[in-house]
């Protein structure tokens, strides 16, 4: 993942508005410290887990991640 994408996932959280239950689901999908925030860690996780999801890695999880790994999205 490059430093463009890492910044652009994190800008993609303030405009997603993507509630804490939802940030914390993601980080339990990924295997990470569940921190309720949307950190580098976290958009790192999420890329890595949209490779092997083969789904377009961005390190944003949005509503294809959510749904391909089980997560309610909410705001």
Not at 20 to 43: F, K, L, P
Request: hydrophobic share 40%; with cysteine; charged share 20%.
């Amino acid at each position: 993942m490059t430093e463009a994408q890492v910044s652009a996932s994190l800008a993609w959280v303030t405009t997603s508005q993507i509630g804490a239950e939802a940030i914390r689901e993601v980080q339990r999908v990924c295997g990470i410290n569940q921190s309720e925030t949307y950190d580098e860690a976290t958009a790192r996780a999420v890329f890595a887990k949209q490779q092997e999801l083969h789904i377009g890695a961005d390190g944003m999880a949005g509503p294809t991640f959510c749904r391909r790994t089980g997560i309610i999205f909410s705001r």
